[in-house]
């Protein structure tokens, strides 16, 4: 596609639950990254995917955030009994492999947590 | 750890003024930084600096990289009003994660 896609753009559930956010990266970008930002916040580093390489992990806030990634093309980054704190717009963004070029980011999903 | 500070935190002008956005950084591996608008959604790349002294520009926006102080500047002549968005600072170490400063909120009044 022609930039970076997530779906769903909102979700509105209650604490407890479990959620799926959906990313599609830019056709031809290896590296694909999700970044978390609060209200008024700068953007946080969730976890990165390049190739078929390990996940770097690093950011996940606990073990209820999860994401895998198939292949080289779509992610779904998953947050298990969702908390109020988990209020926040994830961004997903991809790049080339070679991070001589930007990353570009999607419009991002704004979850809210009742 | 790596880190990214912006500076002012906001802004408001009058349309036409210029304004100057700063961005102070630390960091291992440096390899770029980058600057980007950030309105309703989604952050739109601006620009990417990773010589010192060579000024990027386009349109009324230019950024330039100094990094033996380790800063970078962005400036906007004629502000228009929709120029009013957060502008986010980040640093990049190669193929990995972007640090990202807490951005600037301009706010361009007609």
């Known amino acids: ?114 | 750890e790596d880190k990214v500070v912006q500076s002012p935190l906001s802004l408001v002008v009058h349309e036409g003024d210029t304004v100057t956005l700063n961005c102070s950084y630390e960091v291992t591996n440096f390899r770029s930084l980058l600057w980007y608008k950030q309105e309703k959604k989604a952050p739109t790349f601006l620009f990417m600096l990773t010589s010192s002294g060579i000024e990027k520009k386009s349109g009324r926006l230019s950024s330039i990289l100094d990094k033996k102080e380790l800063f970078s500047i962005l400036n906007i002549t004629a502000t228009q009003t929709g120029d009013s968005a957060i502008y986010l600072c980040a640093v990049s170490s190669g193929n990995t994660p972007l640090v990202f400063g807490k951005g600037t909120r301009l706010s361009v009044i007609a």
């Open chain 1, 1 to 114: 596609g022609a930039g970076v896609s997530q779906s769903p753009s909102n979700k509105v559930t209650e604490k407890g639950k479990d959620v799926e956010l959906r990313c599609d990266p830019i056709s031809g970008h290896t590296a694909l990254y999700w970044y978390r930002q609060r209200l008024g916040q700068g953007l946080e580093f969730l976890i990165y995917f390049q190739g078929n390489s390990a996940p770097d992990k690093s950011g996940l806030p606990s073990d209820r955030f999860s994401a895998e990634r198939t292949g080289e093309s779509v992610s779904t980054l998953t947050i298990q009994r969702t908390q109020q704190e988990d209020s926040a717009v994830y961004l997903c963004a991809s790049s080339f492999r070679d991070g001589l070029q930007p990353q570009h980011f999607g419009d991002g999903t704004r979850l809210s947590i009742l």
